[in-house]
């Protein structure tokens, strides 16, 4: 059993910056690379930022510059930190985990239950 939780999302004014934490626990035997996925209504889901395990970064073209993921390699844990906010960051933001639960199982994906940013303009 795995569990990724987010935290950190809430309501903020344009231009104001927020963290996004995620956690991954259970069992855990090795992670691959973690990231950010975000989702506004009537929209598809996009890829908003993912670190790897080498620690290797890519972002999205429309946080370049603006968004950082980093890591807690001792916590399973990876961060997002969103600063200069605009109304179009709008959206849940679901976090995501490559990782292997043993030395016997193959990769997989798993999914937090995702957490809302608001941007007022």
């Known amino acids: 059993q795995v569990q990724l939780v987010e935290s950190g999302g809430g309501l903020v004014q344009t231009g104001g910056s927020l963290r996004l934490s995620c956690a991954a626990s259970?069992?855990?035997?090795?992670?691959?690379?973690m990231g950010w996925y975000r989702q506004a209504p009537g929209k598809q889901r996009e890829l908003v930022a993912r670190?790897?395990?080498?620690?290797?970064?890519n972002y999205a073209d429309s946080v370049k510059g603006r968004f950082t993921i980093s890591r807690d390699n001792a916590k399973n844990t990876v961060y997002l930190q969103m600063n200069s906010l605009k109304p179009e960051d709008t959206a849940v933001y679901y976090c995501n985990a490559d990782l292997k639960e043993t030395i016997m199982t193959k990769r997989r994906d798993y999914w937090g239950q995702g957490t809302q940013v608001t941007v007022s303009s």
């Open positions: 259970g069992s855990i035997f090795s992670i691959n690379a």
């Open positions: 670190i790897t395990s080498g620690g290797s970064t």
